[in-house]
T-cell receptor, first 112, second 112 residues
């Protein structure tokens, strides 16, 4: 399984943008980049995913480097409810049913 | 209905007991998953079901026995568990291998 590297923790201020980085230098051509987050005492929640182009949805934006060896999840205005562990995961839909393997993630704290 | 429902939310069982965890979704998802999560650790994949057939077993001990009676329901039968099996057990489903997962809130299991 291709690996991702994320900072263990990050801090942000409420109502400011947050950029969560992820390195995946061994990404293969069929790997999609997925982001999930897990709030305290809840199951993980899908945030966004992409292959090559940048992606936007109501929760966040995903910026993917041109060589695909890194990506950044962007929360445009952090709120206290965004405090969670954020996981960046590579997922190959053509290999082993596209199983999702979690790494250690980044614990994001948001200060009022 | 856009949820994965897991029951019970909490379970305490003795090492000689037999119990079952239940997971239900009515989104028409054909892939379903069991994960185990210990405190302060990322979720670990246990089993993958695709079209009601077991497609991946991540070398899980036989005291955990999954079952998929129909496309909406996934069970995890537990027998002769050890205290170290105490964890949060998460169920997830997905429309297909290139789609995002929807997770349930989990069953918090304590083995005494």
């Amino acid at each position: 399984d291709a690996k991702t590297t994320q900072p263990n923790s990050m801090e942000s201020n409420e109502e400011e943008p947050v950029h969560l980085p992820c390195n995946h230098s061994t990404i293969s051509g069929t790997d999609y980049i997925h982001w999930y987050r897990q709030l305290p005492s809840q199951g993980p929640e899908y945030v966004i995913h992409g292959l090559t182009s940048n992606v936007n949805n109501r929760m966040a934006s995903l910026a993917i480097a041109e060589d695909r060896k890194s990506s950044t999840l962007i929360l445009h205005r952090a709120t206290l409810r965004d405090a969670a562990v954020y996981y960046c995961i590579l997922r190959d839909p053509y290999n082993q049913g596209g199983k999702l393997i979690f790494g250690q993630g980044t614990e994001l704290s948001v200060k009022p | 209905d856009t949820e994965v429902t897991q029951t019970p939310k909490h379970l305490v069982m003795g090492m000689t007991n037999k119990k079952s965890l239940k997971c239900e979704q009515h989104m028409g998802h054909r892939a379903m998953y069991w994960y185990k999560q210990k405190a302060k650790k990322p979720p670990e994949l246990m089993f993958v079901y695709s079209y009601e057939k077991l497609s991946i077993n991540e070398s899980v001990p036989s005291r955990f026995s999954p079952e998929c009676p129909n496309s909406s329901l996934l069970n995890l039968h537990l027998h002769a568990l050890q205290p170290e099996d105490s964890a949060l057990y998460l169920c997830a489903s997905a429309l297909g291998p290139s789609h995002g997962y929807t997770f349930g809130s989990g069953t918090r299991l304590t083995v005494v």
